[in-house]
């Protein structure tokens, strides 16, 4: 008697587990669209034609820009290298989903930031294929 009382509370504990790790799972897929927060799609007549500077999304958080890997920092030094007078200056940027990684909310972040500090316009080409501008919020008050 003892001994099926213990293994029906096992089973129902086994159960219970697996149902708790499915929803754990299923909550960390629903993360998918915010990407999307942050950002606001554009019409496609105010879309820019051209961009000055565009990189891909890499591994661990990282940019590719022309086949170099770039922290968030390195990047920054890159822009304000070429903002330099004598060089071509960055006035937007395109960020896109890199051959081997998708954006992540990591990268908008990153590049939101050097968008604000360096005074850009930031686009994100989002793992779907819309174009969308990065809303800056500056939460700075003069």
Same mark, same amino acid.
């Given at each position: 008697?003892?001994?099926?009382?213990?293994?029906?509370?096992?089973?129902?504990?086994? @159960?219970?587990?697996?149902?708790? /790790?499915? +929803?754990?799972? #299923?909550? $960390?897929?629903?993360? =998918?669209?915010? %990407?999307?927060?942050?950002?606001s799609d554009i019409a496609g007549t105010n879309a820019?034609?051209a961009f000055d500077l565009t990189v891909a999304a890499? @591994?661990?958080?990282?940019?590719? /820009?022309? +086949?170099?890997? #770039?922290? $968030?920092?390195?990047? =920054?030094?890159? %822009?304000?290298?070429?903002?330099?007078?004598?060089?071509?200056?960055?006035?937007?940027?395109?960020?896109?989903?890199?051959?081997?990684?998708?954006?992540?909310?990591?990268?908008?972040?990153?590049?939101?930031?050097?968008?604000?500090?360096?005074?850009?316009?930031?686009?994100?080409?989002?793992?779907?294929?819309?174009?969308?501008?990065?809303?800056?919020?500056?939460?700075?008050?003069p």
């Amino acid at each position: 008697m003892f001994n099926r009382s213990v293994s029906r509370w096992s089973r129902t504990l086994t @159960k219970a587990l697996v149902l708790a /790790l499915l +929803g754990v799972a #299923l909550a $960390a897929c629903g993360g =998918r669209d915010d %990407i999307k927060k942050g950002t606001s799609d554009i019409a496609g007549t105010n879309a820019p034609t051209a961009f000055d500077l565009t990189v891909a999304a890499d @591994k661990d958080n990282q940019f590719d /820009l022309d +086949g170099a890997t #770039l922290t $968030a920092e390195d990047l =920054r030094g890159h %822009i304000r290298y070429r903002n330099e007078p004598g060089h071509q200056s960055v006035r937007t940027i395109l960020l896109k989903t890199g051959e081997k990684e998708k954006i992540k909310n990591t990268h908008v972040a990153e590049l939101a930031s050097i968008a604000r500090d360096l005074k850009l316009e930031a686009y994100v080409r989002d793992n779907d294929g819309h174009l969308k501008v990065i809303q800056i919020v500056d939460d700075k008050k003069p």
